[in-house]
């Protein structure tokens, strides 16, 4: 696989979860994953994994809330940024 980056909402438990695991520790990571949590305190987890990332592979934490537009919006903004 080779992406420049990839986006994975509801990052923070099940499936969402597994599948920053699985994208960090590819033999071919994308070097950034953007993995959207609801909360600050859903995201200890997350931190983990990035601690734990290879060189190269950025994993960045964005607050999310997919039923809010202003969430979304600031999301929007901070990915692109």
Do not use: W
């Amino acid at each position: 696989m080779d992406l420049e980056s990839v986006l994975v909402t509801g990052a923070n438990r099940g499936i969402g979860l597994e599948l920053v695991r699985q994208l960090v520790h590819s033999a071919a990571p994308p070097r950034f994953i953007f993995a959207t949590h609801r909360t600050a305190d859903c995201q200890q987890e997350l931190e983990e994994i990035a601690k734990g990332a290879p060189d190269g592979v950025k994993l960045i934490l964005v607050q999310m809330d997919v039923t809010s537009s202003l969430y979304i919006s600031a999301a929007q903004y901070r990915i692109s940024a």
